[in-house]
């Protein structure tokens, strides 16, 4: 079993960056993939990065692609959402997720077992 604890959201402006951290307990945290996921009011949980065991891997959603980037640390139990170039639409609660889905299901939130609580990340323009 793995506990997941995000941090780092915020209220920042549009064109700034963000770096949300989710940490990560259990001893089987390395042999999941992990993922982030983001929710607007009103909205579907909607898949933003993930990351495969190792992290080799990483896949973004083309909403996200080229601004947002995904790693891993599997020393220290860590997982990172390194946000650039926000926009007013990125606004949303982000969810740290993590999951023994093969990448073919990543983008797929029921994939994913463990979930954290979520951090509230608000753009203004």
């Known amino acids: 079993q793995v506990q997941l604890a995000e941090s780092g959201g915020g209220l920042v402006q549009a064109g700034d960056s963000l770096t949300l951290s989710c940490a990560a307990s259990?001893?089987?945290?390395?042999?999941?993939?992990m993922a982030w996921f983001r929710q607007a009011p009103g909205k579907e949980r909607e898949f933003v990065a993930a990351?495969?065991?190792?992290?080799?891997?990483?896949f973004a959603a083309d909403s996200v692609k080229g601004r947002f980037t995904i790693s891993r640390d599997n020393t220290k139990n860590m997982v990172f959402l390194q946000m650039n170039s926000l926009k007013p639409e990125d606004t949303a609660v982000y969810y740290c997720?993590?999951?023994?889905?093969?990448?073919?299901?990543?983008?797929?939130?029921?994939?994913?077992?463990?979930w954290g609580q979520g951090t509230q990340v608000s753009i203004s323009s």
């Open positions: 997720a993590a999951g023994y889905s093969g990448a073919s299901g990543w983008m797929v939130p029921t994939e994913y077992a463990y």
């Open positions: 259990g001893r089987t945290y390395t042999t999941y993939t």
């Open positions: 990351i495969n065991q190792p992290g080799s891997n990483g």
